[in-house]
């Protein structure tokens, strides 16, 4: 069955060889010329003088980019006009003020030397704080509400407030961001893209060249990697190719070094988060005010929309009965911050578990039973309804992390664990462990509800071979193969006979990013509708062929063999395919889906968003040593709702991927910007990412058994975004063994910076010996 079973993915054996081609390999076009930027030293300054003429009469120099060069709009801003591709107004440091093309990469480089700037320095707006105090913002604000928080906080038997900053996060791809186009024999433009969304490319390069989008045609071969960093910010990058073509008639590459590429892209947005909570003497929640803030940087992106999801997750698994959650996205002088893995529901969760791990310690009690109190309720009746309805207005129809959390907690020996780690800090005076439980629960859906569709385009020849073109892309998560796989499944025969093709615009138009985890939802019931299409024409064929013949229900296709009910005769698929060929039936269909029954309401904070919730639950284990900050992750147990999964395989390593990604998020990998706003960690020398000795050498994933979701593609759910917040686990561990050390301090909660690096860890560490201490001088002085 090519479904629900364990496949490679369908470009391994080209991966691991070395033979894959990714957009930055397409080198060999014959007179391919090259990119390099004239970057801006400050982060806020008006471009007073360009001075190209030196750059122009450089050796190799084709053509210095401009904006006087722009036939069309001098703008790439997705969402919003608000990304000059050619800026008079420098809005953040190292931004791009023109292009050299020339021979080579380095000829570029050199040229760009050759331009004077002129500048006049302006005084920038760094981070949230300050964009607070300058009331400097990209939106309004953002509110959801339900009960009455401010009664209900004031009628609550404690009462708690604080308030936490936590950190960005940068893509760092494999491959970085690269593009390169060329004018074909009829003068059409043809853009290779590393992008996400080969649609909205199209629109962009096509407004920028002043072209109607059916004169640009976009590919996306192949990514090394996106995380969401593709989505929207791959579109200056292919647009300056493709004006490069256009102006010099030559096929042109721009490709961003790896320094380049960390100054320029955006990050994962930080955010500033505060917070008052109600609970009682139990733990139970009882009200709620959260207000979240992000940093968009200079411009707009896709910074809204993931305020909305961070507000939308920001109950995690959690029914709080009176609860406000408000966000604004502040304007800063930095690059633009944009999509990434998770999408705002990470920092939305990290925000509520920080809140139910200080409430859990103000009360004495271990933070995983303080959370399993507060779970969305698992009964399906209609009397407790309310109790499993999110503070958005929609109903969970199954809430399973009842279920995966007693699950894990058994597999993972979690009570055993919890006692031998209580011995072992009795035991080590400088050696800490620490242990934790988190759960995930996460909407799956474009919260932009036109993005809910997909296209698919099936071709059958006439020796029955397949080919699929679908408008998602593949950044190595395997979505081609799943959508090789539902063909194959579809129309019953082998998966080599099946296909996948580059995507491309000119054969699937009006595609959304692959991206909000939706990408094998969408495109995977969009396949499986084309191919339904082309399998009932088949039916009808092979009806008439059997002797005598039979109606197209009776017959069935499966693993390339055609029968029918209550017949010995069989019919291989070529075989039909010959056959309605010969009857000029026809053997291609176009397929499309869009997802029902969502909606949300900005206006009244309500709505249903999501057509489903995917499920999980991370234990992790970790030692600290209390003297440097330094810590290990001993083992990390994970159980993983992913429906009936498509390809076990691929899920597996998308849930282990998702977690580690989320744990060097919260552990490891700081963004610093001085106070110029430069970024200073823009190499693997200054920005640590996690590698193989950071995953722990016990390391159990599960996925759900038992987890079918009728609303989507033969049972399966998302799995891209998901898992990442499993990851969360890690800082809590890391917070449990902080607090074991000076377990008087407790009360006053354990206060750790995200990320929470060794720094951060020891600062911690710091300040409850100096609340412990105070404690005890208390205690002596009553006595």
């Not at 760009?112 to 949230?128: Q, R, T």
């Amino acid at each position: 069955m090519p479904v629900h079973r364990s496949h490679p993915h369908e470009s391994a054996a080209l991966h691991v060889s070395g033979a894959a081609k990714y957009t930055g390999d397409l080198s060999d076009q014959k007179g391919l010329l090259h990119c390099w930027p004239v970057l801006s030293p400050h982060a806020h300054a008006r471009v007073l003088s360009l001075d190209t003429a030196r750059a122009e009469q450089a050796e190799g120099v084709h053509q210095v980019l401009t904006a006087r060069d722009v036939p069309g709009h001098n703008n790439v801003g997705p969402v919003r006009h608000d990304e000059p591709l050619f800026p008079d107004l420098v809005l953040y440091h190292s931004q791009p003020i023109c292009w050299v093309v020339a021979e080579s990469e380095d000829l570029a480089r050199a040229a760009c030397d050759l331009i004077n700037v002129e500048y006049e320095a302006l005084k920038p707006i760094l981070g949230i704080t300050q964009a607070l105090e300058q009331n400097s913002f990209h939106t309004e604000i953002a509110r959801m509400r339900r009960g009455e928080p401010e009664l209900a906080l004031e009628r609550s038997q404690h009462v708690l407030s604080g308030a936490l900053d936590i950190g960005g996060q940068d893509h760092f791809y494999l491959e970085t961001h690269a593009a390169q186009a060329y004018l074909d024999e009829n003068g059409q433009m043809v853009v290779n893209s590393s992008t996400q969304h080969p649609s909205e490319t199209q629109m962009i390069v096509a407004e920028v060249l002043g072209l109607a989008f059916s004169q640009v045609t976009v590919q996306s071969l192949r990514m090394g990697g996106g995380f969401g960093g593709k989505e929207t910010q791959a579109n200056p990058y292919a647009a300056v190719a493709a004006l490069g073509a256009l102006l010099t008639g030559r096929p042109v590459r721009c490709r961003l070094s790896r320094h380049l590429d960390m100054r320029l892209t955006g990050k994962r947005h930080p955010f500033q988060v505060r917070y008052t909570v109600g609970f009682s003497g139990e733990g139970l929640l009882e009200a709620l005010k959260l207000e979240l803030y992000s940093d968009g940087g200079w411009s707009l992106d896709l910074s809204e929309a993931i305020l909305y999801r961070a507000l939308f997750h920001s109950d995690n698994c959690y029914f709080i009965p009176h609860m406000e959650v408000t966000g604004r996205v502040c304007k800063t002088h930095v690059t633009s911050h944009t999509a990434f893995r998770g999408f705002g529901g990470p920092q939305g969760m990290v925000a509520i578990e920080e809140i139910v791990d200080r409430v859990a310690r103000a009360l004495n009690l271990r933070p995983e039973a303080v959370r399993a109190l507060n779970f969305y309720s698992d009964d399906v009746s209609d009397a407790a309804l309310e109790k499993r309805t999110t503070h958005y207005g929609q109903p969970i129809e199954e809430v399973r992390v009842q279920r995966i959390w007693n699950e894990l907690k058994e597999t993972g020996e979690f009570e055993r664990r919890r006692l031998e780690i209580a011995q072992f800090n009795a035991t080590h005076p400088y050696l800490r462990r620490g242990l934790a439980l988190t759960p995930v629960k996460f909407g799956i859906s474009f919260t932009a509800t036109q993005f809910n569709q997909a296209g698919a385009l099936v071709l059958i020849f006439q020796d029955g071979s397949v080919q699929v073109n679908h408008g998602g892309t593949e950044m190595g998560q395997g979505l081609h193969t799943k959508m090789l796989q539902i063909a194959a499944y579809t129309l019953g025969i082998a998966l080599d006979n099946v296909r996948i093709m580059p995507t491309r615009t000119d054969k699937v138009p009006n595609t959304s990013a692959t991206a909000a985890s939706s990408g094998a939802d969408l495109n995977g019931a969009a396949v499986k509708d084309a191919c339904e299409t082309l399998l009932e024409r088949l039916k009808i064929v092979a009806a008439g062929m059997f002797e005598p013949s039979v109606h197209a229900q009776d017959v069935r296709i499966s693993e390339g063999l055609v029968t029918a009910l209550g017949k010995e005769q069989a019919f291989c698929f070529v075989q039909v395919v010959k056959a309605a060929y010969m009857q000029r039936v026809q053997l291609s269909s176009a397929g499309f889906y869009r997802t029902p029954d969502i909606y949300f309401d900005k206006n009244t904070g309500k709505g249903v968003p999501f057509r489903y919730f995917a499920w999980g639950a991370a234990i992790s284990e970790v030692e600290v040593d209390t003297l440097t900050g330094m810590w290990t992750l001993e083992r990390a147990d994970i159980l993983h709702d992913c429906g009936n999964s498509l390809n076990p395989f691929i899920d597996r390593g998308q849930v282990e991927g998702g977690f580690i990604q989320g744990m060097g998020w919260l552990t490891m990998e700081e963004l610093v910007w001085d106070d110029t706003g430069r970024l200073r960690t823009y190499a693997p020398s200054t920005y640590k990412i996690p590698t193989l000795y950071d995953v722990p050498e016990v390391f159990n994933v599960s996925l759900l058994p038992r987890a079918d979701e009728n609303k989507v593609v033969y049972g399966s759910k998302a799995v891209g975004e998901p898992p990442l917040m499993l990851g969360i686990s890690v800082r809590e561990a890391l917070r449990d063994a902080v607090a074991s050390v000076y377990p008087r301090a407790n009360p006053e909660g354990v206060l750790l910076a995200s990320p929470a690096t060794p720094e951060a860890i020891f600062k911690a560490l710091e300040r409850l010996k100096t609340l412990e201490y105070k404690a005890e001088q208390l205690t002596v002085s009553a006595d």
